[in-house]
């Protein structure tokens, strides 16, 4: 059964274990923060791999900036980033995503992510198409801002090293790694990168355990 101490304890032996293995991650690979927010919505559902491909044809374009995203009709955007998969829904999402900065911040991200984290938070996830990991990701990565970021790996993970008793939903997870790890943008990406890490290349759907940096750890591979 799982106890608010042991939870600690595990949180920071994982984080702490996984950056010594690992080192830093340098997470998210993008060259600006538009970037950033392009990427958080293209990779859902799909592998990055993908994304870098719908990426580089964006940039190809010319149309890695709000007005230019704003101007390219849904069609010929989501052309662009076919390569991303679920490719016209993505579009809306983009377009949706455009419009309200433009129209609402001036085409600022740092306005849209202005004032406090829970605020910024709610602006995002009133945008279609705007989930908790992906607007998550978009305050940690894209703003700066010390926000947890959940996800399929994270889930997995704790389930298995016996952090929850069965199931938690998305914000039970972020409130209690939020709860543990100090509010450092730094620790909190590097923490989620990691997690992602030692998720693709250990803690998959068959967990491959061996040479995994916490396979000594409590855990059990078939959860």
């Given at each position: 059964?799982?106890?608010?101490?042991?939870?600690?304890?595990?949180?920071?032996?994982?984080?702490?274990t996984?950056?010594?293995?690992y080192?830093?991650?340098?997470?998210?690979?993008?060259?600006?923060?538009?970037e950033?927010?392009?990427?958080?919505?293209?990779?859902?559902?799909?592998?990055?791999?993908?994304?870098?491909?719908?990426?580089?044809?964006l940039?190809?374009?010319?149309?890695?900036?709000?007005?230019?995203?704003?101007?390219?009709?849904a069609?010929?955007?989501?052309?662009l980033?076919?390569p991303?998969?679920?490719?016209r829904?993505k579009?809306?999402?983009?377009?949706?995503?455009?419009?309200?900065?433009c129209?609402?911040?001036g085409?600022s991200?740092?306005?849209?992510?202005?004032?406090g984290?829970?605020?910024?938070?709610?602006?995002?996830?009133?945008?279609?198409?705007?989930?908790p990991?992906?607007?998550?990701?978009?305050?940690?990565?894209?703003?700066?801002?010390?926000?947890?970021?959940?996800d399929?790996?994270?889930?997995?993970?704790?389930?298995?090293h016996?952090?929850?008793?069965?199931?938690?939903?998305y914000?039970?997870?972020r409130?209690?790694?939020?709860?543990?790890?100090?509010p450092?943008?730094?620790?909190?990406?590097?923490y989620?990168a990691l997690?992602?890490?030692?998720?693709?290349?250990?803690?998959?759907?068959?967990?491959?355990?061996?040479?995994?940096?916490?396979?000594?750890?409590?855990?059990?591979?078939?959860?």
């Open positions: 059964m799982t106890t608010p101490e042991k939870n600690n304890r595990g949180i920071r032996a994982i984080y702490d996984l950056l010594a293995a080192g830093p991650q340098r997470w998210w690979p993008a060259e600006t923060p538009t950033v927010v392009i990427g958080a919505i293209l990779t859902q559902n799909t592998a990055w791999t993908n994304v870098e491909r719908a990426i580089a044809n940039r190809g374009a010319d149309c890695l900036t709000w007005p230019a995203l704003r101007a390219i009709s069609e010929d955007l989501g052309e980033i076919r991303s998969g679920y490719f829904v579009s809306k999402r983009l377009k949706a995503f455009t419009d309200v900065i129209r609402d911040f085409g991200l740092d306005r849209l992510l202005d004032g984290i829970d605020a910024a938070r709610e602006r995002l996830l009133a945008i279609h198409g705007i989930g990991e992906t607007a998550d990701s978009i305050l940690l990565y894209a703003g700066g801002r010390p926000s947890f970021v959940i399929t790996y994270t889930h997995r993970l704790v389930r298995r016996f952090l929850i008793d069965g199931e938690a939903d914000e039970s997870l409130a209690m790694f939020q709860a543990v790890v100090d450092d943008t730094g620790v909190y990406n590097e989620h997690i992602v890490r030692v998720g693709k290349e250990h803690c998959r759907v068959r967990a491959r355990c061996d040479g995994c940096p916490i396979a000594h750890l409590p855990h059990d591979e078939t959860l």
